[in-house]
């Protein structure tokens, strides 16, 4: 199973980005997405999550109504609307497949993590 992650970027303050992770490997829509991040010295966090079905979706709760994540299983896509970015929400973003069909905020059930791609909101 491979994932790419893309759109990262440098953006200011207020300002929006979409990121999108495509899977291969694996009958996609047979599982659950997740986008973590992380922040130099930091953890890596949950961000948002998706069921595959894209019947039921999660968030941190630093990025709910700013943040939106949406699949699309035909074309093996997953993506991340962010809007009114903050400087906190610096990181690199990874996208990543759960163990089963749902999404889960624990990193330790996901079976397969993109590369990360970073983004960095300046103030």
């Known amino acids: 199973v491979q994932l790419q992650a893309s759109g990262g970027g440098l953006v200011q303050a207020g300002g929006s980005l979409r990121l999108s992770c495509v899977a291969s490997?694996?009958?996609?829509?047979?599982?659950?997405m997740g986008w973590f991040r992380q922040a130099p010295g930091k953890d890596r966090e949950f961000v948002a999550g998706i069921s595959r079905s894209a019947g039921s979706t999660g968030y941190t709760d630093s990025v709910k109504g700013r943040f939106t994540i949406s699949r699309d299983n035909a074309k093996n896509m997953v993506y991340l609307q962010m809007n009114s970015l903050k400087p906190e929400d610096t990181a690199v973003y990874y996208c990543?497949?759960?163990?089963?069909?749902?999404?889960?905020?624990?990193?330790?059930?996901?079976?397969?993590w993109g590369q990360g791609t970073l983004v960095t909101v300046s103030s």
């Open positions: 490997g694996r009958t996609f829509s047979t599982y659950g």
């Open positions: 990543a497949q759960s163990k089963v069909g749902g999404y889960i905020s624990s990193p330790n059930l996901y079976a397969y």
